[in-house]
């Protein structure tokens, strides 16, 4: 059966959530130049996910999770 012919209520949603990401610039030779990672909250669970390489994700447990926090902390607390 033809896919088109078997689907009804077709609505294309727009997402206006915005989203956050922590990134930043390495001063350490041998590292990645730059850095970035964006931050999910959903419900209860906070995860990031790197923006150069979507399938590492840090969630909560691991030990960089802290730092991550650490630094996105930091910087909501201080603007």
């Not at 041998?30 to 959903?42: F, H, M, S």
């Not at 994700?57 to 802290?66: L, R, Y």
Request: glycine share 2%; with cysteine; net charge positive.
């Amino acid at each position: 059966m033809d896919f088109i012919k078997q689907i009804t209520n077709l609505n294309i949603v727009t997402v206006t959530k915005p989203r956050v990401f922590i990134q930043w610039q390495n001063t350490e030779k041998g590292r990645d130049k730059y850095n970035c990672y964006e931050r999910i909250a959903d419900f209860c669970l906070i995860r990031y996910v790197n923006t150069h390489n979507p399938s590492s994700t840090i969630i909560e447990g691991d030990d960089f999770f802290k730092t991550l926090e650490e630094m996105y902390k930091s910087k909501v607390n201080n603007s």
